[in-house]
């Protein structure tokens, strides 16, 4: 298996949009869409915002774990991140999209980053290439980048989700605090390697 991290392109939406979902967890992408919608729906409407180049979830921002060695490049895993800072700019094209495809408003949703923090928004790695050392590959890739940045890597972890929590600190995230994010209990975690 040969692995290659590379930038995203718009051709690659429909799966990074469903390694989000798989990040977000599929209960959560239900919450979004709503009663009256599917996860097919919540899916085309994730496909739309990564197209797009001024969201959060935007090609742009998202780094692609790509198998070169199989039969097309697609990505196997994912890493969306961005400058905290910017989080309430980049959620806006969520926010509508909600409101025009959900009738959903999340416009007082809580933050969960800000100024200072490159924030590791969403990272998965397909089923069947976990265990190789890429989602720890992602991590280390968005630290290095949030350094360029001047910025410090964080990102949220569930509370209940010690195996990721386990593979964060083993890669050099270390424990700030414990918050909550949608009422869910969580740990704010930051990069504290060397």
Known sequence: MNILLKEAVPEQAQTI?????????????????GPDHTLADFE???TGLVRRTDTQYSYRNT????????DEERPVGIMVSYDGGRLHELRRAFIEAA?????????????ETGPGEFYLDSMAVEEAYRGHGIASRLLLDAARRAKALGLRAGL????????????YRRVG????????????????LVWGGV
């Open 156 to 167: 949220l972890v569930d509370q209940g989700n010690p195996s990721a929590e386990r593979l």
């Open 44 to 46: 085309r409407v994730m």
């Open 173 to 188: 995230f270390v424990y700030k605090e414990d918050t909550a994010w949608g009422s869910h209990p969580m740990r704010h």
């Open 63 to 70: 780094i692609v774990a790509v198998d070169v060695d199989a």
């Open 17 to 33: 949009a469903r390694l989000i979902m798989q990040a977000m967890n599929y209960d959560c992408c239900q919450y979004f869409a």
């Open 99 to 111: 409101r025009i495809h959900f009738a959903q408003d999340f416009s007082q949703m809580e933050d």
